[in-house]
């Protein structure tokens, strides 16, 4: 993790759903910095507020109030255009849901993102980098529900983005399996130095990150900075 490089400064940023007796504030003056090459967990309970952060941070959502910059570009002022620019050309994301094409093969549905990319990896380095060279040409119906996600992880990666962001990536998973899947997106941030946020209900998760960031009640109530960052196959689920 460098420091002094920062990937997103984010400046009393704000959301707010509905309007009247239906108003739901999902966030409320967050403010935080995110640095190149880190590994960032979000952690809380439900409706606390950090899949909205994520999803504004990743051009999926728009703000209420307040600022996102990207390496000093505000996307908060971006068009439609621009922010399918951004998130082509920078960032990977990876759901709990695999969403993979079902008659497409694993190398197939890689190559999907491959097509758009300025640099991409090829589809058989990016199922290799997550531990599915072997698996190439098999159908998402041949393969279980870690390899589905590591699928998709590579499909994410493939076009090198700067940023992967993770929404509950092993949610649908049991603890054996998760640390397979822990442990690919490691090694995609160790090997392409992708920034990662990923946003999880799991404390066991946490120690991998270098900061752990605390949502309650649309507000980052504690954040915790971990001395290194253990490697999964050290943690206990």
Sequence with gaps: M?????????????KVYGHG?????ALRGVDARIYDGEIIV???PSGSGKSTLLNILGGLDSATDGHVLYHGQDLTTMSEKELTSYR????????QN???????????????????AANPLSAPEALDMVGLGDRIRHFPSELSG?????VAIARAIAKRPSVLFCDEPTGALDSKTSLKVLNALNT???ELGTTMLMVTHHRGIAP??????????????????NEARVQPEDIHL
């Design 188 to 190: 995609v941030v160790e």
């Design 88 to 95: 082509r050309n920078n960032i990977g994301f990876v759901f």
């Design 208 to 225: 991998m990150a270098d900061r752990v960031l605390n949502f309650r009640d649309g507000t980052i109530e504690k954040e915790v900075v």
């Design 42 to 44: 979000l952690l809380g």
């Design 21 to 25: 007796s239906a108003e739901v504030r």
């Design 2 to 14: 460098q420091q002094e490089h920062i990937c997103f400064e984010v400046k009393g940023l704000t």
């Design 146 to 150: 870690g390899e589905q996600q590591r």
């Design 98 to 116: 695999y969403n993979l094409m079902p008659g497409l093969t694993a190398e197939e549905n890689v190559a999907l993102v491959t097509e758009i």
